[in-house]
């Protein structure tokens, strides 16, 4: 069975802070893919990044960087020197090589100026 | 390029009507998929569609909704005889004929409240 978990909830940092997001999966897969999403209160889905199986390396984006272990089965979500505007809903999710996305329940992320 | 498009973004309907939600994937897309957001959760799977073809229906449920993806025109998602139960986000995304091995790119919903 394949499952994203993404124990935190809610998280309230001030602005400027340094703020990780965790999500842990379970997949029998060999191959698959890991995505985060980002839900603004408007409530569309923006999509941040997409990360297959084989590639652990770590990537960086500006203030976004990820942290993917396959040996804890965890893909991390930082934010460095929070804003404001980071203030949303983010969802981590899983693709096994099927066309189904396996959604975590979401994070809630206040960032207080 | 425009995105996902999905209407209405938000629709009302009184319990017992119909809800009709469309979808129009990505220039290109030929692949479409419908999730359902319910308040506080993350999105679940409902169906996955190639034009004129259900592939896969295994989350949608059995009674009320239906789903189709005509040669021509947008993805329609239909519930009929709504409850407040199926008051909801519903997402679409798309994705081209490679499938999975993209990501799929996801509209901005239509937010359905049942009166």
């Known amino acids: 069975a394949q499952k994203v978990t993404q124990a935190q909830t809610e998280i309230s940092v001030v602005e400027k802070e340094d703020v990780t997001l965790d999500c842990v999966y379970e997949?029998?897969?060999?191959?698959?893919?890991l995505f985060w999403y980002k839900q603004p209160p408007s409530g569309e889905l923006v999509f941040l990044i997409r990360r297959n199986s084989f590639d652990e390396q770590n990537e960086i984006s500006g203030r976004y960087s990820w942290n993917f272990q396959k040996s804890t089965s965890s893909f991390n979500f930082t934010i460095t020197a929070s804003q404001v505007v980071d203030s949303a809903v983010y969802f981590c999710?899983?693709?096994?090589?099927?066309?189904?996305?396996?959604f975590g329940t979401g994070t809630r992320l206040k960032v207080l100026a | 390029n425009a995105g996902v498009m999905q209407n209405p973004r938000h629709l009302v309907r009184r319990r017992g009507q119909e809800a009709r939600l469309r979808c129009s994937p990505m220039?290109?897309?030929?692949?479409v998929y419908w999730y359902r957001q319910l308040p506080e959760e993350g999105l679940k799977f409902m169906v996955y569609l190639q034009k004129e073809n259900i592939i896969d229906e295994s989350g949608m449920p059995k009674e009320r909704f239906s789903a189709e993806f005509p040669k021509e025109g947008p993805s329609i998602l239909r519930i009929q005889q709504v409850v407040r139960g199926d008051s909801a986000a519903y997402f679409c995304?798309?994705?081209?004929?490679?499938?999975?091995?993209?990501?799929?790119?996801f509209g901005q919903g239509t937010r359905l409240t049942v009166v």
């Open positions: 995304a798309s994705s081209p004929p490679q499938g999975v091995s993209t990501e799929a790119f």
């Open positions: 220039k290109g897309h030929s692949h």
């Open positions: 999710a899983l693709s096994g090589g099927t066309y189904k996305y396996i």
């Open positions: 997949t029998r897969d060999t191959t698959y893919y």
